[in-house]
């Protein structure tokens, strides 16, 4: 059974940062892209970042220099570094996986909000 569990959401406030990380478990096989969606209340789920096997990256234009993405190859795990954060930020934070054969698995979320 494969798992990806995210954590390090939480409340911060503007400006602040969070590290979101996940983690699976499982026979996924060989990763291809692995990333992170966010769905805010009462819209659609969107792309925050995605980063391909050799690590090659792509953003959002609304995270653009303010999200880093990285994972590590050894083992399944994505990871999401959030700087200057704003309220508009405040979502709810899926990663996704990609294996060789095209297949996606999904965590359950990690809820990052941004308020003073």
């Known amino acids: 059974q494969v798992q990806l569990v995210e954590s390090g959401g939480g409340l911060v406030q503007p400006g602040g940062s969070l590290r979101l990380s996940c983690a699976g478990s499982g026979s996924i096989g060989v990763l291809r892209t692995m990333g992170w969606y966010r769905q805010a209340p009462g819209k659609q789920r969107e792309l925050v970042a995605t980063i391909t096997r050799t690590a090659a990256t792509n953003y959002a234009d609304s995270v653009k220099g303010r999200v880093t993405i990285s994972r590590d190859n050894a083992k399944i795990a994505v990871y999401l570094q959030m700087n200057s954060l704003k309220p508009e930020d405040t979502a709810i934070y899926y990663c996704?996986?990609?294996?060789?054969?095209?297949?996606?698995?999904w965590g359950q979320g990690t809820q990052v909000t941004v308020s003073a």
């Open positions: 996704y996986v990609q294996n060789f054969f095209l297949k996606d698995y």
